[in-house]
């Protein structure tokens, strides 16, 4: 498997749910050989400790509000210094950021995951905004069919390439395991560490 350049950005690096599961997902994708950073866009980045013991570098957009230009620009030029074959977005505003940092003519695969159904994404002024959104997606993961048939409610173009991908499981591994009388970790952490985050690793490589 050779090494890809990944750019994660996610609304923040403090502790959460999908915050923990970015900084999981990084520090395996780092460990199984490739070049990681996270980009986050607001809070102290509590899990950036982590991350830098693993080899990946990380730094805050300083984000004040919900959007400002000068943020915008600045994710812009470290993903041109980056220059990564994947960026990957986590959680709404950091797709939202990833979007307006990503010329149409991107050098780069644009993948989200849908990390929450967030309810506000059902209102017009939102689903609207979701669906250009969408245009400049290469891929979108989600960890359930549940939040697949959302993404798709709230506005994702039809033929946007959605991948459903358990947090932290890869369906494959964890057949396998059964197969072999092994019972798979389904809290996902352990199988994130093990995994190197295969399987989001060979959904970005459909894309290329």
């Known amino acids: 498997m050779s090494p890809l350049r990944i750019h994660h950005v996610v609304t923040s690096l403090d502790i959460g749910g999908a915050e923990k599961h970015v900084a999981r997902l990084a520090e395996a994708q780092a460990r199984n050989g ?11 980045g509590a899990l950036g400790l982590s991350l830098a013991q693993h080899g990946v570098r990380t730094e805050s957009l300083g984000v004040n509000g919900w959007l400002g230009w000068s943020p915008v620009a600045r994710l812009n030029r470290a993903l041109r210094e980056d220059r990564p074959a994947i960026v990957h977005a986590h959680l709404f505003p950091a797709e939202v950021y990833a979007h307006l940092a990503s010329p149409g003519r991107k050098p780069w695969k644009l993948v989200a995951t849908k990390h929450n159904d967030e309810d506000f994404l059902g209102k017009r002024r939102f689903a609207f905004l979701h669906r250009m959104l969408s ?13 697949r048939s959302f993404t798709l409610k709230t506005g994702a173009r039809p033929a946007l390439p959605i991948f459903v991908i358990p947090y932290g499981i890869d369906p494959a591994e964890a057949s396998a395991r059964h197969e072999a009388g092994r019972t798979p970790n389904l809290s996902g952490g352990q199988d994130v560490r093990n995994s190197g985050g295969s ?6 490589r459909s894309l290329r």
Request: aromatic share 4%; glycine share 4%.
């Open 135 to 147: 245009a400049n997606q290469d891929a979108v993961i989600c960890p359930s069919q549940h939040l």
């Open 34 to 44: 490739h070049h990681v950073r996270v980009t986050y866009l607001k809070g102290s």
């Open 199 to 204: 399987a989001a690793h060979r959904t970005s």
